[in-house]
């Protein structure tokens, strides 16, 4: 799974102490069963609900939502992730015009599109998400286009098909520290999905177009400062300009389980550390922060 969503607020688990900023206000219960209407309407999965986002009625209040595509089971089983793991069903291809139909009638001035790890596919699934941007390009010019890849098995054909497509954002997250991968992260690589970000800097680069790079963090699974900082430097190195840094929140019980609270102050200061200190044209940080929280705004500030 491509989104660093880690689940709702955590219970008290191993001993440590609930944190006050977890709470969310449950509230825009209509535009919540609107948006729930539309999404069964046009059989189209959300990673709000798959990943059990803590911040869903805050998104679905302002009708926003991050639609996943290539259906609700990925191929890979990372520690972190609460979306389903197993046999994927083969990919519905009406599924690029259902999208765009619900841009369409949500009137979104951005939209993103993640979706599951597709490693049964020849492509990774990067057709499927190159024809939803070009759907929804057709049905909605205004509209900015975010992606949220998976590594894609590091296949620079799959990258170039879905930038092709021509994106505002593409975006795939490094997740957490090196030393934490191979624990964390399923079938991932660190160095790997730092090439994937690099591939996609640098064709964008060459061929002169406007798609910022966009990759995400999780803090409190055990990584130091210093391990942090080498992960935002090998970021920047990689021509990422958009970062977003929360919260790891224990989804289920046979997930990692959380080691560390990160306060609001201490992310804070990595968002002053991240623009300032290493050069990040926008960082959203925060404990309930996720990659697509506020994407639109992160977008628009590096324009």
């Not at 389980?257 to 050069?279: D, I, L, M, N």
Request: glycine share 8%.
């Amino acid at each position: 799974m491509t989104e660093n969503i880690s689940g709702a607020a955590p219970a008290r688990r191993r001993g440590l102490p609930h944190s006050e900023w977890y709470r969310v206000p449950y509230t825009g219960g209509r535009e919540r069963l609107a948006m729930r209407a539309l999404l069964k309407q046009c059989r189209l999965n959300t990673v709000c609900v798959s990943a059990k986002c803590p911040n869903l009625c805050d998104c679905w209040k302002r009708r926003t939502a991050t639609f996943m595509i290539l259906g609700d089971t990925c191929t890979r089983n990372c520690r972190f992730c609460a979306v389903n793991h197993g046999l994927p069903q083969v990919p519905d291809p009406q599924e690029p015009e259902h999208l765009a139909q619900a841009a369409s009638q949500l009137q979104l001035r951005h939209m993103v599109i993640t979706c599951v790890t597709r490693d049964d596919l020849p492509d990774g699934g990067a057709g499927q998400m190159a024809a939803a941007v070009q759907a929804i390009r057709a049905a909605c010019p205004e509209t900015s286009i975010e992606v949220l890849g998976s590594d894609y098995g590091g296949q620079e054909e799959s990258l170039a098909l879905i930038l092709q497509a021509s994106p505002q954002v593409f975006g795939h997250n490094l997740e957490t520290v090196q030393r934490l991968t191979p624990a964390i992260r399923s079938g991932a690589d660190y160095q790997r999905s730092l090439r994937v970000l690099r591939y996609a800097a640098n064709w964008c680069s060459e061929h002169g177009t406007a798609c910022r790079i966009k990759s995400g963090l999780m803090l409190g699974l055990g990584e130091t400062e210093a391990e942090i900082r080498t992960a935002l430097a090998d970021l920047r190195q990689a021509g990422v300009q958009i970062l977003t840094m929360g919260q790891y929140l224990q989804p289920g019980p046979d997930n990692c389980p959380v080691q560390r609270h990160v306060s609001p102050e201490e992310f804070a200061a990595w968002k002053q550390t991240a623009e300032q200190e290493f050069g990040f044209a926008a960082a959203v940080c925060g404990p309930l922060v996720r990659s697509s929280y506020l994407a639109e705004d992160a977008y628009r500030s590096c324009q």
